[in-house]
């Protein structure tokens, strides 16, 4: 298990993480996500971290509060060091029926936080997220109430999750015009599947040193080999169940029938071969996997030692590339001059 700098901060996490989502259960959205309760959450905590796993992720929506809870509490009866762990969680979604339990409002995250910590049992959130983008608050407001928490120590860095590049590149701003603690992670969606976020948002965080956080790498479960275009998927299969996040199907498809081979040749899972791809990609600091089982959560860890060929990883990006869209088009065509100057520029590799 590698470690990799979260975008320009000096604190190193493992290249995968381990997501909690699958944690409490309960109705509706989480009884079809998963219901790992706390007996079995201890056992996939402690082989995560037994393979090398020093970050963990949650939020406190998950399973609406219990996720956290049973995190913390695995924790303790672990007796994990507090510090071997980095623990993140997240704050905007509804906890509550009241006008203010939502959003990224600073009546919002100070509750929040306060609640987190006490389900967590833990003094201090290494990585707290926003967990989306709230239109009805100033983002300078949000800023604020994240500063006023790393100031106090309560949080020690800074994320978001599921923001535009020019949401991101906006706070970016803010925060060096006024002397708040800066964005340090975006979690997002990222997969063979669904290369959406290379347009804008990838330029965007290696550009400014914003760390990337994975989350549902293989699609949803799209991508774990369980499905193909004659194939529909196990009955009781997360995919199944839950149709998300959104993709391309035929070029889905077209991205496992190359996986399949890969993984047939070296005799591992498809899903190792999609996460490999992941973690083959520079601006990628940690891919979330979550996992019901200790079998599964093993096949996924796998990937770290899975090593793909230039050849391959051509071969992959052929099948999933995204098609033309402007301006990228249009950028590409007039800085091709000067993409290859500063190429020529560059000493040889080896010198």
């Not at 109705?27 to 996500?33: D, E, N, S, T």
């Not at 600073?106 to 389900?119: C, E, F």
């Not at 002397?179 to 965007?204: F, K």
């Not at 791809?277 to 770290?304: C, F, M, Y």
Request: aromatic share 6%.
């Amino acid at each position: 298990m590698r470690h990799r700098p979260l975008g320009r901060t000096g604190l190193f996490v493992s290249e995968m993480c381990l997501g909690t989502m699958t944690f409490g259960g309960g109705a509706g959205l989480w009884a079809q996500i998963g219901s790992v309760q706390q007996a079995e959450a201890e056992q996939l905590v402690g082989q995560a971290l037994d393979a090398g796993i020093n970050f963990i992720d949650t939020a406190d929506v998950y399973s609406a509060g219990l996720a956290e809870q049973i995190t913390g509490r695995a924790l303790k009866n672990l007796k994990v060091p507090r510090d071997s762990v980095l623990l993140a969680t997240k704050v905007f979604g509804e906890m509550g029926p009241g006008a203010n339990a939502r959003g990224a409002s600073r009546a919002h995250i100070l509750d929040g936080v306060r609640a987190s910590l006490k389900r967590l049992q833990t003094d201090h959130i290494d990585l707290y997220q926003i967990h989306g983008f709230d239109p009805a608050t100033p983002i300078d407001e949000t800023l604020r109430a994240l500063d006023h928490l790393v100031r106090q120590g309560d949080v020690r860095y800074i994320g978001v999750s599921n923001w535009a590049a020019w949401q991101v590149a906006k706070a970016l701003g803010i925060s060096e015009r006024l002397g708040l603690a800066r964005i340090d992670s975006l979690q997002a969606y990222y997969t063979l599947a669904g290369r959406d976020l290379e347009r804008e948002i990838v330029p965007m965080l290696t550009s400014e040193g914003v760390g990337l956080m994975v989350w549902s790498p293989l699609a949803g479960g799209l991508l774990s080999g369980k499905f193909a275009r004659d194939q529909a998927g196990e009955e009781g299969s997360r995919r199944v169940s839950f149709d998300f996040p959104p993709v391309q199907r035929e070029r889905a498809f077209d991205c496992i029938d190359a996986m399949r081979t890969m993984a047939t040749q070296r005799d591992v899972s498809v899903a190792q071969i999609a996460l490999a791809w992941l973690l083959h990609q520079p601006w990628v600091s940690s891919v979330i996997i979550g996992a019901k089982r200790p079998e599964q959560l093993a096949d996924n860890l796998a990937a770290t030692r899975v090593s793909l060929s230039k050849d391959e990883l051509r071969k992959l990006d052929e099948v999933s590339r995204l098609p033309n869209e402007y301006p990228g088009w249009m950028l590409a065509r007039q800085g091709e001059a000067r993409y290859k100057q500063l190429h020529d520029a560059r000493p040889p590799e080896g010198s």
